[in-house]
Nanobody, 124 residues
Framework: QVQLVESGGGLVQAGGSLRLSCAAS????????MGWFRQAPGKEREFVAG????????NYADSVKGRFTISRDNAKNTVYLQMNSLKPEDTAVYYC?????????????????WGQGTQVTVSS
């Protein structure tokens, strides 16, 4: 079992940056592909970014391409989401998730473990 704890959320002005972190428990972190999702009030949870087990390949939602970067440090059991050029529409609770699948797809149902989420608020 994997426990995930997100941190790094907060309030930022439009155009600003934040870096989210997700720390994983256990010694099998490198066995999981990882994803970041977000959920705004009244909306469904949506995929933001994913990274394979080795960190050698990533994928992004079109809405964040060129602005967000996902990375991981398997030695530290941590996955990151660097968010630049933030927009008010990026406001949401951000979740990290782990999947046994080798490819970090965009469907929440493919993920086995979830963190509790961290709030990101972007003011205009």
């Amino acid at each position: 079992q994997v426990q995930l704890v997100e941190s790094g959320g907060g309030l930022v002005q439009a155009g600003g940056s934040l870096r989210l972190s997700c720390a994983a428990s256990g010694r099998t972190f490198s066995s999981y592909a990882m994803g970041w999702f977000r959920q705004a009030p009244g909306k469904e949870r949506e995929f933001v970014a994913g990274i394979i087990r080795s960190g050698g390949s990533t994928n992004y939602a079109d809405s964040v391409k060129g602005r967000f970067t996902i990375s991981r440090d398997n030695a530290k059991n941590t996955v990151y989401l660097q968010m630049n050029s933030l927009k008010p529409e990026d406001t949401a609770v951000y979740y990290c998730a782990a999947t046994r699948y080798s490819y970090p797809g965009s469907s929440p149902g493919k993920y086995d473990y979830w963190g509790q989420g961290t709030q990101v608020t972007v003011s205009s």
